[in-house]
């Protein structure tokens, strides 16, 4: 279906995080995978790698983010790109409200946590 309205979308929740497929092959999608990820002030995800690139966009709020040791902040508007395999820990760095991300990758996209590697199912 080409219309994935985010009312209908599954929710995935993980370390504080909130994950809304919007576009993934599991809704429809063949090649990409799209999804709104919620923070609330603490979250703090895991420290991990993907398999494959990302990209978020903060829509909303301040995001705080490790990648291969490099420290950095995403206002509203801006993109981090984590290349694939890098280590990476995200975080809400703002002052108290949500921050909202849009995430993008290919599909199949599989994450390592603590030596485990597994599909992420907001992703597939």
């Known amino acids: 279906m080409p219309l ?4 209908d979308a599954p929710t995935f929740a993980a370390d504080g995080f909130v994950f809304q497929p919007l576009a993934a092959p599991s809704r429809g ?3 990409i995978a799209v999804w709104q990820v919620t923070g609330q002030p603490g979250a703090r995800s895991s420290v991990h790698s993907m398999d494959r690139e990302e990209v978020f966009v903060v829509a909303e709020g301040v995001l705080g983010a490790t990648v291969d040791g490099a420290q950095l902040r995403a206002g509203t508007g801006d993109a981090l ?14 002052d108290g409200g949500p921050v909202r991300l849009i995430a ?3 599909r199949g996209m599989r994450a390592t946590v603590d030596g485990a590697t597994f599909a992420p199912p907001w992703a597939q």
Not at 81 to 94: I, K, S
């Open 29 to 31: 999608s063949t090649e």
């Open 4 to 7: 994935s309205t985010l009312s």
């Open 81 to 94: 790109t984590v290349p694939a395999g890098a280590v990476l820990q995200l975080w809400n760095a703002g």
């Open 104 to 106: 993008c990758t290919s």
